[in-house]
């Protein structure tokens, strides 16, 4: 089980095994989309989950 807490928004309990790529579908975000952090650090989308607890960040675009 996975603490996932999503800037701004909720935090969910997920039972999800993969990639952060995968924790980022679970929660409906992509990875253009946002980004995961565990212990304060971005981590690689690719990296297997390795975390019981992380926070999702939206990217902001604009120009």
């Known amino acids: 089980m996975i603490t996932v807490d999503v800037a701004g928004?909720?935090?969910h309990e997920l039972d999800v095994e993969g990639t952060?790529?995968?924790l980022l579908d679970a929660v409906g975000l992509g990875p253009h989309?946002?980004?995961v952090l565990v212990d304060g650090r971005p981590?690689?989308?690719d990296?297997?989950?390795d975390a019981d607890h992380v926070r999702v960040l939206r990217l902001i675009k604009g120009g």
């Open 9 to 11: 928004d909720e935090t």
């Open 20 to 22: 952060y790529a995968d």
């Open 33 to 35: 989309e946002a980004t």
């Open 43 to 45: 981590v690689p989308e």
């Open 47 to 49: 990296r297997a989950i």
